[in-house]
C-alpha cells in the first residue's frame, strides 16, 4: 500500500457550529455546507496543502454511514497536529483557536524533545497540537 491521506474526516455534534469554528474563527477555506438536500449527507469539506482535505460531518450521519452505532467521542483517542515556522506561531494561532470559542488544553511552552507546543480542544472536543518542530518545519 502507497499510505497516502487524501482526507480527514471529524464527526461533530452540530455542523454550522463546526464551520463557523473552522471557517470564521481558524480561517480555513470552505463552500460552506454541500449536501444537505440528502439524508445524512450534509458536510463542511475545507483544503488543506498539500491536497489534504478536512472533511466535517454530523457524527449521527458517520455513524449512520458506517452501519454503527453514534457513541461519547473520546477526545483522547486521536489528535491533530498542526507545525509552524516559529515559535510565536504556536502562540499566535492557540489565542486565535481560543478567540474562535476553543479551549486551551495546554498553552504553547518548551516541549522536552526541544520544540515548543501547545494543544486546544475544538468545540466538538478533538484535540489539536500546534507545534514549532525544529526537525519538522513545514514545506512552503
Same mark, same amino acid.
Given at each position: 500500500?502507497?499510505?497516502?491521506l487524501?482526507?480527514?474526516?471529524?464527526?461533530?455534534?452540530?455542523?454550522?457550529?463546526?464551520?463557523?469554528?473552522?471557517?470564521? &474563527? =481558524?480561517? +480555513?477555506?470552505?463552500?460552506?455546507i454541500?449536501?444537505?438536500?440528502? !439524508?445524512? %449527507?450534509? @458536510? /463542511?469539506?475545507?483544503?488543506?496543502?498539500? &491536497? =489534504?482535505? +478536512?472533511?466535517?460531518?454530523?457524527?449521527a450521519?458517520?455513524?449512520? !454511514?458506517? %452501519?454503527? @452505532? /453514534?457513541?461519547?467521542?473520546?477526545?483522547?483517542?486521536?489528535? +491533530?497536529?498542526?507545525?509552524?515556522t516559529?515559535?510565536?506561531?504556536?502562540?499566535?494561532?492557540?489565542?486565535?483557536?481560543?478567540?474562535?470559542?476553543?479551549?486551551?488544553?495546554?498553552?504553547?511552552?518548551?516541549?522536552?524533545?526541544?520544540?515548543?507546543?501547545?494543544?486546544?480542544?475544538?468545540?466538538?472536543?478533538?484535540?489539536?497540537?500546534?507545534?514549532?518542530?525544529p526537525?519538522?518545519?513545514?514545506?512552503?
Amino acid at each position: 500500500m502507497h499510505a497516502h491521506l487524501t482526507m480527514i474526516t471529524l464527526a461533530v455534534e452540530d455542523l454550522e457550529r463546526a464551520v463557523r469554528f473552522y471557517r470564521d &474563527g =481558524l480561517g +480555513l477555506p470552505t463552500d460552506g455546507i454541500v449536501g444537505s438536500e440528502f !439524508e445524512h %449527507g450534509a @458536510v /463542511a469539506f475545507f483544503e488543506l496543502a498539500g &491536497g =489534504l482535505a +478536512l472533511a466535517l460531518w454530523p457524527r449521527a450521519s458517520l455513524a449512520h !454511514e458506517t %452501519g454503527s @452505532v /453514534a457513541g461519547t467521542p473520546g477526545t483522547t483517542d486521536f489528535a +491533530l497536529a498542526h507545525n509552524v515556522t516559529t515559535i510565536e506561531e504556536v502562540d499566535a494561532l492557540l489565542a486565535q483557536a481560543q478567540a474562535a470559542g476553543a479551549q486551551i488544553v495546554r498553552p504553547g511552552a518548551p516541549a522536552f524533545w526541544g520544540g515548543y507546543t501547545g494543544w486546544f480542544r475544538d468545540p466538538d472536543g478533538h484535540l489539536w497540537e500546534i507545534a514549532w518542530n525544529p526537525s519538522r518545519l513545514p514545506q512552503a
